[in-house]
């Protein structure tokens, strides 16, 4: 069990979806307050991505060597995902740099375009590395569905409280990441029907968290609890992400080969 | 294209684990690091008739190291390029660029990659290369006392033993295209159909 591996995945994750909810939520009126390149939503997204990066080296028996790690773009997955990882945050840093200093339109919009493009690849990777054929338990699609539906309700979740570039009092992003959050609990209990090891303490503590947070989001939805201040939106992203931690644990506790 | 291959007799081998210590001594590997491995499989049940039990166990032992496949799947996972296919076509590693992910742990099916909690990096077995380069066989493949083992080229090995390399708990050869050739014991089908249980795991 390598417990780095759990938060470099569910942290670069949450970065991922937090960068594309950014940008969806530029595109459409009304859920944004028109913050723009300026806003230090990707300076919190940059350093989420090089918490990842650290935590990474904890699960290398000889660190000395990561560099290596881009050897075998040509097959290997993991080579992928540590590339689309530095092209994200290299594009992200090049992408707020340039905004600072105003800069041509078109870079910054080419900057922009590899950062969700690299952020999408790399969620893409992420998936077919652990998608071994010979590791039955994670060959199948609740690992793309984990995984995306993660990124996404961490990634709402994260974008909602620190930088709060989305409006809170939004009520379709609330229905929105009440979806998710039961998503993702539904593709856990699936998960867990499969004939490998089960896990049913954390399924449970999963399944607990999962409801407290739809529980508050629907009392905010239905305006039954009282509007003063944001912190209830503190509280569901904790749960939400607890709740997601252990999913995690669950994915890779599950881990089973086929043959020896 | 399968170029060596090895030969398991599972119905002759007893599990003496004689090619373990073999390879270990060969070459120089601490204890929980084993390139050859030997899986005891067992199951069995009981009979009543008229008040009488009579018990029907099975038991027998697969002696399993890399299979240089044709499709490895540790060379292609591998984002060092640790893992090679060598000159002669062995799949080796090269220490000096691996970081110890272990993801061509996870990627094998036969279990060959090897972390060394020592060196801090993966290890496997090569086939004994050095051997074969001069017209040897392996270590493991000539001190077996029951002559269960044999090596030879993927032709050699197939011409003298036929073509079957699957038997329980083997994984499914379409995954990685193993070269072995496997005899296997008389309860080896029984074992599959009760999903027999590898009772070793903490030697391996």
Redesign the interface.
């Known amino acids: 069990m390598q417990h780095s591996l759990v938060f470099f995945t569910l942290i670069c994750q949450t970065a991922i979806g937090a960068l594309i909810f950014r940008e969806i939520f530029r595109l459409i009126p009304g859920t944004c307050h028109g913050a723009g390149i300026k806003n230090n939503t990707l300076i919190w997204i940059i350093v989420l991505l090089f918490v990842a990066l650290f935590i990474a080296f904890f699960?290398?028996?000889?660190?000395?060597?990561?560099f290596?790690?881009?050897?075998?773009l040509q097959?290997?997955?993991?080579?992928r995902e540590?590339f689309f990882l530095c092209c994200l945050i290299t594009s992200l840093i090049l992408y707020v740099i340039t905004g600072r200093y105003k800069r041509d339109a078109w870079i910054i919009s080419t900057l922009l375009f590899i950062s969700v493009s690299s952020a999408l690849l790399l969620l893409y990777s992420m998936v077919r590395?652990y998608m071994?054929?010979?590791?039955p338990s994670w060959n199948n699609l609740h690992t793309p569905a984990g995984f995306i539906l993660a990124a996404l309700s961490c990634g709402l979740g994260f974008i909602l409280v620190f930088p709060g570039i989305a409006k809170q009092t939004n009520k379709n992003i609330l229905l929105l990441l009440g979806f998710l959050v039961i998503a993702s609990v539904v593709n856990t209990v699936l998960y867990n029907s499969l004939p490998y090891r089960q896990l049913s303490t954390f399924l449970i503590m999963r399944c607990f968290l999962s409801i407290s947070a739809i529980v508050i989001i629907s009392g905010k939805y239905f305006l039954i609890f009282p509007n003063k201040s944001g912190n209830w939106l503190v509280i569901v992203f904790v749960i939400i992400t607890v709740s997601e931690l252990i999913n995690r644990y669950i994915f890779f506790l599950s881990?089973e080969?086929?043959?020896? | 294209m399968k170029i060596y291959a090895f030969y398991i007799d599972s119905s002759a081998c007893s599990g003496c684990k004689t090619c373990q210590a073999a390879c270990k001594d060969k070459n120089d590997l601490d204890p929980g690091v084993n390139w050859r491995?030997i899986?005891d499989i067992q199951g069995g049940d009981w009979e009543e008739r008229e008040g009488v039990f009579t018990a029907h166990p099975y038991s027998y032992f697969l002696s399993?190291s890399c299979m240089n496949c044709e499709n490895p799947?540790c060379?292609?996972?591998?984002?060092?390029?640790?893992l090679y296919e060598n000159e002669r076509g062995i799949i080796d590693i090269n220490s000096?660029?691996?970081?110890?992910?272990?993801?061509c742990e996870?990627?094998?099916?036969?279990?060959a990659p090897q972390?060394d909690?020592k060196?801090?990096?993966?290890t496997k077995c090569n086939l004994c290369s050095d051997y074969v380069s001069e017209g040897l066989k392996p270590s493991c493949v000539s001190s077996c006392p029951m002559r269960a083992l044999d090596f030879g080229t993927y032709e050699e090995i197939t011409a003298k033993y036929g073509t079957l390399n699957i038997v329980y708990?083997?994984?499914?050869p379409s995954?990685t295209g193993p070269g072995l050739v496997v005899k296997p014991h008389k309860d080896a089908a029984l074992a599959e159909k009760d999903s027999a249980v590898?009772t070793n795991r903490e030697d391996i």
């Not at chain 1, 699960?59 to 990561?66: D, E, F, K, R, S």
């Not at chain 1, 071994?132 to 590791?135: D, F, T």
């Not at chain 2, 000096?96 to 993801?103: K, N, S």
């Not at chain 2, 708990?169 to 499914?172: A, E, F, G, I, R």
């Open positions: 699960h290398l028996g000889n660190p000395v060597n990561a290596n790690a881009l050897n075998n097959t290997s997955w993991l080579s540590i590395l071994i054929p010979a590791v881990f080969k086929s043959g020896l | 491995r899986y399993v799947h060379v292609s996972a591998c984002p060092t390029r640790a000096d660029l691996c970081m110890g992910c272990r993801y996870w990627a094998c099916p036969y279990g972390y909690p060196l801090r990096i993966v708990p083997l994984p499914d995954l590898i």
